[in-house]
């Protein structure tokens, strides 16, 4: 298994909006977020997701933490993705609480699978079943769900087509003890939902009920 520690670096909207700074739950940071950071650091992953910490984003909330992990096969990334963990100790009306955790997550797809007009409801369910398989308690979900294709001409002509499949979410992971949310639990389900996306099988026979994705087009080389 691979530790949650020290991968992606292209924009993705807000969530890149990071310049660097002492964000990463240290420091002056309340004990609260510290804990939440540290069972997100202590983590323990299944070995096809290499996952590391990365710059967090300075406007979005008062402290934040950052990973960004890949679905990887050999030597060809199958998925990749970003998870943000905000915290505003005095709280957000939006979040209804004091944490909240922003995604991205991507993969390539089969342009006759992107085509199906059922897969942003279907990609969707993966990220709220992935959280509730675990047993996790969370509140004002929100997010999108983008199909992209891309087609080539001229000197390009010769690429085959290629569509690709985007969620951005955010929800607020409900406090436990000291005000702490479970982020091992819910890094653990967002691991579930990029393998998921990636077409892996499932980890283990609690997640028999994983339904992976078919007509996926072939992994890229790293």
Do not use: N
Not at 44 to 55: C, D, F, S
Not at 197 to 220: E, H, I, K, M, W
């Amino acid at each position: 298994m691979a530790a949650a520690q020290g991968r992606l670096s292209d924009d993705t909207g807000g969530m890149d909006d990071a310049k660097g700074s002492d964000r990463d739950g240290s420091g002056a940071a309340p004990p609260a977020f510290q804990a939440a950071v540290q069972a997100l650091r202590g983590s323990r992953l299944r070995p096809q997701i290499e996952i590391e910490a990365t710059r967090a984003p300075q406007r979005l909330a008062p402290h934040a933490y950052a990973l960004e992990a890949a679905v990887v096969d050999g030597d060809q990334d199958l998925a990749d993705g970003r998870l943000v963990l905000l915290h505003d100790p005095d709280g957000h009306d939006a979040w209804r609480g004091t944490f909240r955790l922003v995604t991205l997550v991507r993969a390539e797809l089969e342009p006759e699978m992107a085509a199906d007009p059922l897969l942003p409801e279907v990609c969707w369910s993966w990220l709220t079943g992935a959280l509730s398989a675990r047993g996790l308690s969370y509140g004002e979900p929100s997010g999108t769900v983008t199909r992209a294709s891309s087609h080539y001409f001229g000197g390009l002509s010769e690429r085959p087509a290629a569509s690709q499949i985007e969620i951005r979410a955010s929800w607020t992971p409900r406090e436990g003890l000291g005000g702490v949310p479970d982020t091992a639990g819910h890094l653990a389900s967002w691991c579930d939902l990029l393998a998921q996306v990636a077409g892996l099988p499932p980890a283990g026979p609690g997640d028999a009920s994983v339904v992976t994705l078919p007509q996926r087009r072939d992994p890229q080389a790293r």
